[in-house]
């Protein structure tokens, strides 16, 4: 139920950004130039970060898993097993 609160809270917030900034602007991308709405360039925009976000945390992921062999994760040192020991 709080995710979809969350849901709408957001959609409402986009709703209300998209009405507030939809005058055209002009956007120049090596030799072509386009003319969209502002609530679009940014939006736009906000999408491709997060897109190029979770590209490379998933390449810096597979990376990593390539270093390490499966089954050679770290090993502890001598006399750490992870058992709360008793003493006596």
């Known amino acids: 139920m709080r995710f979809l609160v969350l ?11 998209s009405a507030q900034n939809s005058q055209p602007v002009s956007f120049s991308f090596l030799i072509w130039t386009y003319q969209a709405s502002l609530a679009i360039v940014v939006f736009l925009s906000v999408i ?6 979770i590209l490379v945390s998933f390449f810096l992921r597979l990376s990593r898993k390539k270093k390490t062999p499966a089954g050679t994760g770290p090993q502890a040192a001598p006399g750490m097993t992870g058992k709360a020991e008793t003493r006596q």
């Open 48 to 53: 491709l970060g997060v897109v190029a976000g």
């Open 7 to 17: 849901i709408v809270c957001i959609a409402g917030l986009v709703a209300i950004f």
